[in-house]
């Protein structure tokens, strides 16, 4: 599918899409790029197998490459376009992982004045808890959902690459407008980040007062997971698609009150439909979660 | 331990109560106690062999035992109470499994007067997904918390008995004032399920009209476990410790307004230090859950 693909930032996504591509021989030289303080995992990279070579050099990263997957955290695109800007090349596609997808848009249009034509924005909904290189798997993307947000301008043929190259690395692959993206992602995984860590940096103080998490159980660890999350990356997305998370979070506030309001009048009918209304809606989820 | 105990409601807890008392030695007898629409419940826990025998009528069920264990959901313990009042022995110890323990108390006072002093009321913080006595375990109390909240008048004998006998079903016992307990249950327990079962209300009616659960993911998954809980033991235990709930609501809400107030004046560096201790709170309360 490409001769040469560039990776920039070979971390556990970046080093997933370098095997999964390798595996399902979709290049023929996968060349690694990160910074002086990078070298290490870079070196390692190599070392697995996972990448053919890397440089510190990214004029030298990008040369004569196909296609160029920046795997870069969210904070970093802006400084990323601008490295690139000088070396841009008509000839190849370029693709990102970002979590928040209006920033990318913004960052471009700020770098380049106008989103480029062979860009072509993605964002794999898949994770683990884990990262680096070391972490990386071959199935990271198998069966997992994946959004490209092409820009109006966006040219038809490097979507189309874009689109079937994601899907060979096993996603599944919906095209959507930058802003229901990050609309959509604001609500099933920046909202309940938000609220895992604001309930375990409430309870946390109470903890240090009077030890109440000796008496917490499994449920308390299965909702609390998320806020295990690395702060320094959801810092940056939730400080990139604020605008979508701050009306969520006034609305959930009005959730709240409304369930404080139910107690309050002892209103028992009402507060059985909400958790009955909810439970249903899980399992609406929970049915298509494992149809994927 | 004891000749003939009786657990009135044998489903998952009380089925277990039954299973682990057996294999433990600590009965010669058990004795089942339901309504009549039980029946075919206590009917397939005789035939599991899990309670020696079952009546429907209460008299019989408490006739000669030295031991009642109230494994009914946390709404129905006045009643309960209630029918048990003209039964009650002094020869005989009580106690019972609610998630609320304040209301076990008033209910106790107002159907007694004041709290007998052979009643121990007990929490074992320990469940699963599956309800019935066809989900029940010999090992659901095994190295899990249970907490006993015995009243000032209790008989120091009736408390020593009851939690050699959790400890003997395997649960660490904590004592702890009928307050403290509904106060740090609310935090760890019943505000997160109030959460989950908000946040996915208020998502559920967003994904009726813009198909945004097909988009979560493992996160979501694990954040929303809690919100598929039985809605009307949750509806009760919610109305029961409703108290101690809706400040921690209050609190919450003004959590999110810190956050919010964050997002809103690009406080990324207060963002992350809040993310940040959140992490460290949520590692510090998996240290304790896997070192118990």
Redesign the interface.
Known sequence: MFNRLCIIGVGLIGGSIARAARQQGLCNNIVGYGRKLDEQNLKTAKSLGVIDDYTLELDKAVQDVDCVVIATPVASIESIFTQLKPLWSNDAIYTDVGSTKGSVIAAAQKVFGVVPDNLVPAHP???AENSGVTASVDDLFLN??L?ITPADNASPEAVQKIQVFWERLGSLV?VMDVQHHDS??A???H??????????????H??EQ?E??????G???????????D??M??DI??AN?DE??PL?????G??????RL??T?D?QQ??E?????????????D??YNN
């Open positions: 909904i898949a994770g997992k959902r959004i919906s959509v992602l609500a099933t995984s909202l309940p980040h938000i609220l895992a860590f604001a309930l375990v940096d409430m309870l946390g109470k903890d009077s109440i998490f000796q008496y917490a159980a449920g308390f660890k299965d909702f609390t997971r998320i806020a295990s999350s702060p320094t959801w810092k939730c400080a604020k998370i701050i979070i006034e609305q959930l506030k959730e709240l009150d409304k369930i404080q107690l309050e002892n028992s507060l059985f909400t958790f009955t209304y909810a439970k249903n809606a899980r399992q609406r989820f929970l298509q979660f």
